[in-house]
Nanobody, 125 residues
């Protein structure tokens, strides 16, 4: 399974970005997908997860109310809409697939695999 995140870039504080993660997996619709981020020198941090049908969504405390996760199973893609970005949101953003179908991934990176190459988000004036 290959995952490719895209959509990162440089944005000013208060700005917005939308990330996308495209999967090569034909069973994409069976899996919870997660977004994580990793800043230099820090551990990979949970951002959001969305279950296979899109019915359940969860967010990390630091992004609640500012980020929105969604998915399009026909396009085998998951998205992360980020608003009111802050300098502390600066990180490489990764998407991951839950270990097993029809299960929650959780808020730990250990609950996911198939990490693709991430996309850099830099929030700076």
């Amino acid at each position: 399974v290959q995952l490719q995140a895209s959509g990162g870039g440089l944005v000013e504080p208060g700005g917005s970005l939308t990330l996308a993660c495209e999967s090569s997996d034909n069973a994409f619709h069976q899996y919870t997908m997660g977004w994580f981020r990793q800043a230099p020198g820090k551990e990979r941090e949970f951002v959001s997860q969305i279950t296979w049908s899109g019915r359940f969504k969860e967010y990390g405390d630091s992004v609640k109310g500012r980020f929105t996760v969604s998915r399009d199973n026909d396009a085998k893609s998951v998205y992360l809409e980020m608003e009111n970005l802050k300098p502390e949101d600066t990180a490489v953003y990764f998407c991951g697939r839950a270990l097993n179908p029809y299960t929650y991934g959780g808020n730990s990176a250990g609950g996911y695999n198939s990490w693709g190459r991430g996309t850099q988000v830099t929030v700076s004036s």
